[in-house]
């Protein structure tokens, strides 16, 4: 089994081991350690049936048939495939998780790209970066804005209502930088591409039943239900279709175990940290003046250092929640501001893994460097919207 575990799954089950040991010798009391786990059980709820939601989808042909039929519908034109599937990666982010982009959709647009004759990093690129960038609107977009929700007391409407205007900065940037660096005729091999042929799904019912499972929990989120219960119920749905018409693809795989001993783990460190001086330094970076400017640049720097999640939980904790611009411009810098070094959001590393499965070579000299220019001019201009517009 061990043989089985890559690095970052050891990492992982490392984290949890340090996080167990602090309530069992005293470094966290029990009641602290206890309490954290209790805030993170509908998030670990959320977790599993958001991943099996999303898995089960793919499975059904569901994000396949979409990225082909975009293809079609581009006829050929590289800009108008731009614009669709800048805009397909967004709306899979905002309403089904980064997660969802990077590792689901990927592989089924690094698989579009031979059918149409279409170089793949550009496509690769648009989703990883989108993955990150468009991870602002909705408490469920990013692990991070579930993180927050009960410190910053906001609902989902109200959330959303304060962040459309940083996410739709945030999108605009990230789209320039795609064209320039990745899209635009000098960076592609060709001026048009090849239409793919359309295939038929294997499966309507389950192709069906997929689609609306995404339906109902997109419809629940805007009816204000809890983002466990929604995610919970769609899952359901999906779930029962394919115990009736394909069990066999029903496995243990499916629950992200990693994911989960990841969270249980920091949210089991990142406090004990904080009780023995990590909160010091925090307060020190930060700075007393309540400058979200600030507060993004260190939620950045320390995301592209350490990890995102550890990075905000870090932050988070010397925050006031009467700041709540603060904590919003927080989540700027560790959503926006991972996009420099292959390891800043989970995402990502899930990106690079999948990338060097479809022999997908990543320049990283060129993804560093666009990557730091996106993360400086994305940040500025999404708390600039957050400042003054949102």
Same mark, same amino acid.
């Given at each position: 089994?061990?043989?089985?575990? !890559?690095? =970052?799954?050891?990492?992982?089950?490392?984290?949890?081991?340090?996080?167990?040991?602090?309530? &069992?010798?005293?470094?966290? @009391?029990? *009641?602290?350690?206890?309490?954290?786990?209790?805030?993170?059980?509908?998030?670990?709820?959320?977790?599993?049936?958001?991943?099996?939601?999303? *898995?089960?989808?793919?499975?059904?042909?569901?994000?396949?048939? /979409?990225?082909?039929?975009?293809?079609?519908?581009?006829?050929?034109?590289?800009?108008?495939?731009? #614009?669709?599937?800048?805009?397909?990666?967004?709306?899979?982010?905002?309403? =089904? +998780?980064?997660?969802?982009?990077?590792?689901?959709?990927?592989? &089924?647009?690094?698989?579009?790209?031979?059918?149409?004759? /279409?170089?793949?990093?550009?496509?690769?690129?648009?989703?990883?970066?989108?993955? +990150?960038?468009?991870?602002?609107?909705? @408490?469920?977009?990013?692990?991070? +804005?579930?993180?927050?929700?009960?410190?910053?007391?906001?609902?989902?409407?109200?959330?959303?209502?304060?962040?459309?205007?940083?996410?739709?900065?945030?999108?605009?940037?990230?789209?320039? #930088?795609?064209?320039?660096?990745?899209?635009?005729?000098?960076?592609?091999?060709?001026?048009?591409?090849?239409?793919?042929?359309?295939?038929?799904?294997?499966?309507?019912?389950?192709?069906?039943?997929?689609?609306?499972?995404?339906?109902?929990?997109?419809?629940?989120?805007?009816?204000?239900?809890?983002?466990? &219960?929604?995610?919970?119920?769609?899952?359901?749905?999906?779930?029962?279709?394919?115990?009736?018409?394909?069990?066999?693809?029903?496995?243990?795989?499916?629950? @992200?175990?990693?994911?989960?001993? #990841?969270?249980?783990?920091? #949210?089991?460190?990142?406090?004990?940290?904080?009780?023995?001086?990590?909160?010091?330094?925090?307060?020190?970076?930060?700075?007393?003046?309540?400058?979200?400017?600030?507060?993004?640049?260190?939620?950045?720097?320390?995301?592209?250092?350490? +990890?995102?999640?550890?990075?905000?939980?870090?932050?988070?904790?010397?925050?006031? @929640?009467?700041?709540?611009?603060?904590?919003?411009?927080?989540?700027?810098?560790?959503?926006?501001?991972?996009?420099?070094?292959?390891?800043?959001?989970?995402?990502?590393?899930?990106?690079? *893994?999948?990338?060097?499965?479809? *022999?997908?070579?990543?320049?990283?000299?060129?993804?560093?460097?666009?990557?730091?220019?996106?993360?400086?001019? !994305?940040?500025?201009?999404?708390?600039?919207? =957050?400042?003054? &517009?949102?």
């Amino acid at each position: 089994m061990w043989r089985r575990l !890559g690095t =970052l799954d050891l990492i992982r089950i490392g984290l949890l081991v340090l996080g167990v040991f602090f309530p &069992v010798t005293g470094l966290l @009391p029990w *009641e602290d350690a206890l309490a954290s786990l209790d805030d993170i059980g509908p998030l670990l709820i959320f977790l599993v049936a958001i991943i099996v939601l999303a *898995e089960l989808t793919k499975e059904a042909q569901v994000f396949d048939a /979409i990225a082909a039929r975009m293809a079609v519908f581009g006829r050929g034109n590289y800009a108008a495939l731009f #614009f669709l599937c800048t805009a397909f990666a967004s709306f899979i982010t905002i309403f =089904l +998780n980064l997660d969802t982009t990077a590792v689901l959709l990927t592989p &089924v647009m690094l698989a579009l790209a031979p059918k149409a004759r /279409i170089a793949a990093l550009p496509l690769a690129m648009t989703t990883i970066w989108l993955a +990150n960038t468009a991870s602002l609107l909705l @408490p469920v977009s990013n692990l991070t +804005n579930l993180l927050g929700m009960e410190k910053i007391g906001l609902d989902a409407q109200e959330f959303a209502a304060r962040m459309w205007a940083p996410q739709l900065a945030s999108i605009a940037v990230t789209m320039a #930088f795609l064209w320039v660096f990745y899209w635009r005729r000098g960076q592609r091999r060709d001026l048009r591409y090849t239409p793919p042929l359309l295939e038929p799904v294997a499966d309507r019912v389950l192709f069906g039943a997929a689609s609306a499972g995404c339906l109902l929990f997109i419809a629940l989120l805007m009816l204000k239900a809890h983002v466990a &219960v929604a995610a919970t119920a769609a899952a359901a749905i999906v779930v029962g279709a394919f115990l009736l018409r394909a069990r066999h693809r029903l496995t243990w795989s499916l629950i @992200p175990w990693q994911l989960i001993i #990841f969270v249980t783990g920091l #949210f089991l460190v990142v406090p004990t940290l904080s009780r023995h001086g990590l909160s010091d330094l925090m307060t020190w970076m930060v700075g007393t003046e309540g400058d979200p400017y600030r507060t993004a640049a260190i939620g950045a720097g320390l995301s592209n250092t350490i +990890n995102n999640l550890p990075a905000y939980k870090a932050v988070e904790t010397v925050i006031p @929640p009467t700041d709540r611009n603060q904590l919003l411009a927080l989540l700027a810098g560790t959503n926006v501001g991972p996009v420099i070094t292959p390891w800043a959001s989970l995402a990502t590393l899930l990106w690079f *893994e999948s990338c060097r499965r479809h *022999e997908v070579k990543v320049p990283m000299r060129r993804f560093l460097l666009t990557g730091t220019g996106l993360a400086v001019v !994305g940040l500025l201009a999404t708390v600039w919207a =957050l400042v003054h &517009v949102g």
